[in-house]
């Protein structure tokens, strides 16, 4: 079982100081090729966190459920053949990825997504994370429904949801929607590590790779948002700041009242911080929650999908300010960055999935912005 020897690995405190460096590796300004979105190479990567070769299993249900799939992809699947989804409200389907580090027995399916049927096209939201699984999505579209697919929204530039884009732009007649981040994502030098390291062992997935530019850029103010409307369904999609990446979306799917948050909050997942800011994301959170307390359902970009109150949220966000004042402590009694990541140590999240790979990862990042805060 892979997260039994995940567990176990954070117990005995290997993996050490390889967290550190990934804290800092987004900051250096040489080109780090074959490095993780982690900051580790493909040797460095602990396997414990991926998806283990050969398993196929999907739990039965995508709300509500603590039971998160486990699917290994065989390199030879073709691009025209569907994903699972699940359909959580009529004509609303969800895909529920794995919980897991992308490998190469996930492919890069380590992220949800879904989209929205109406009587007038089909909106997606989000593309996966590989070319060939942004095609696969297409064909899952295909599979339910005749309508043509006409608008995907980005939700941010992290590589699970953006990369799968460009089989979207192939298609005629599909309006792009993303926040204006991703266009400093697409020229900066992340991109180019993060492409790279998923080439290393995926290259047949990224085939045909390329970085798109939205066609519509959701407005810049935080908060505000875009509205569009398709076949008597009204999609609002609110720019939620750079909370985790260089730039977040959420979408409310009005009549239906449901709410794609995307990575705002993780369900039986420890969030991953390398971008964006911690106290963005706690006032993002807390938007959510008193904006939407009364939503139908939030989907999250990992983990199953939740009804209201959305534990899932506050648990993120309690995760997100209890790291905040730990870290602030460990800096204002004169702890240094190593040791800090060595005891800032959450017991009641260590059984949550990627608690050992996230989490120390998590601390060098929070410490780090605390102490460009302290000169600004
Ligand atoms: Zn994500």
Known sequence: MPMRCAIRKVALGCCGGLMLTASFAAEKSDPHAGESEHGYTREEVDHDYGTEAG???????????DDAPSFAIPEEVGEEVPLKVYEVVPGTWMFYGNIAEVDENNRGSNGNAGFVVTDDGVVVIDALGTPKLGKRLIATVRSVTDQPIRYLIVTHNHPDHAYGAIAFRELPGVIIIGHKGTLKYINSD?????????????????KGFKAVTPDVLVNDTVFAKYTFS?????FD?????????YGDLVIHQVEDNIVWISDLAFNNRVTFMSDG??????????WVLEKFADARLMIPGH???QTKPFPMVSWTLRYMQTLRDRTRAALDDGVDLQDAVDSI?????????LYGLNHR????????????????
């Open 230 to 234: 398709l076949g008597g369904r009204t």
């Open 190 to 206: 992340r991109i180019e590590h993060s492409v790279t390291y998923r080439r290393t062992f995926i290259d047949p997935d990224m």
């Open 361 to 376: 990862a998590n601390v060098g990042f929070v410490y780090r912005e605390m102490e460009i805060q302290a000169f600004e």
């Open 237 to 245: 999609v609110y720019n939620t700041g750079a909370h985790h990446s």
């Open 303 to 305: 983990g199953s999908a």
């Open 345 to 353: 140590e959450f017991d009641d999240w260590k059984k949550v999935r």
């Open 55 to 65: 398993r196929v299993y999907y739990p039965e249900i995508a709300v509500d459920t």
């Open 277 to 286: 800011s911690s106290k963005a994301a706690i006032a993002a959170q807390k």
